[in-house]
């Protein structure tokens, strides 16, 4: 799979995350939806990534951007940090990652060849299903607090699905907190802290990754633009 994306000439999708986190004992989960799209074009590095992301309680929506025309460095634009900032591409999608819920990271790392857990896991087959009309080859892997699915094209390698589920202790330290709200815009982080120390019991996440994948067709070179609001 990951061959499929390294050699690309070109990539777009669009998709979309489903979030639930689940208190033990609690009928009421926390949810989340982030709906994102993806632009490469391998022979001019030029690249885009944009995602909103929606709350349907606490929070105002998020709203992302990373693009360049050409290589060389990434503008980035936030919600939660009005301005443009420039810094490396593959920084930017770092930086964006956590507040994304890694949808910034899941496909474009395998783009431009970025290591990560994916690359080194041992994942073992678990099956086949249809996803929206593509027989794929369904594979998993586990670790002591992490299930990781994915649905991976028979014909075309490409991936169609990433879930993921992580099982947590909820008693955190004032610095594990520190580390989680540190990514999370300014504004949420005091509320987000206090609603973490407040909670007891396991906590359960789940996220699944719907994508539509594209591969080796014409883009637009105004595909990756993006003007940021006044």
Known sequence: MRRRYERASSYEDTGELSMTITREGDSDPSEARVTFSTAFQRSTGSFRFEYTKTYPRFFEPEHAVIWRRGSGT????????????????????????????????????????????????????????????????????????????????????????????????????????????????????????????STTGDLTGDETIELSPRFDQPIAEDRFDFTPPP
């Not at 980035?76 to 009005?82: F, G, M, Q």
Request: net charge neutral.
């Open 74 to 197: 990434a503008h980035v634009w936030w919600t939660a940090e009005p301005r443009v900032v420039d810094e490396p591409l593959d920084q930017a999608l770092a930086a964006q990652a956590g507040v994304s819920n890694r949808t910034s990271a899941v496909v474009t790392y395998m783009l431009l060849g970025i290591d990560t857990c994916a690359k080194t896991c041992v994942y073992s087959a678990a099956g086949g299903e249809t996803v929206r009309g593509v027989p794929c080859l369904k594979i998993a892997a586990s670790s002591a607090n992490r299930q990781t699915t994915m649905w991976i094209g028979r014909e075309d390698h490409a991936l169609y699905r990433f879930a993921q589920r992580t099982h947590t202790n909820a008693r955190l330290t004032d610095a594990e907190i520190a580390r989680v709200v540190e990514g999370l815009p300014e504004a949420q982080r005091a509320h987000v802290a206090e609603v973490m120390r």
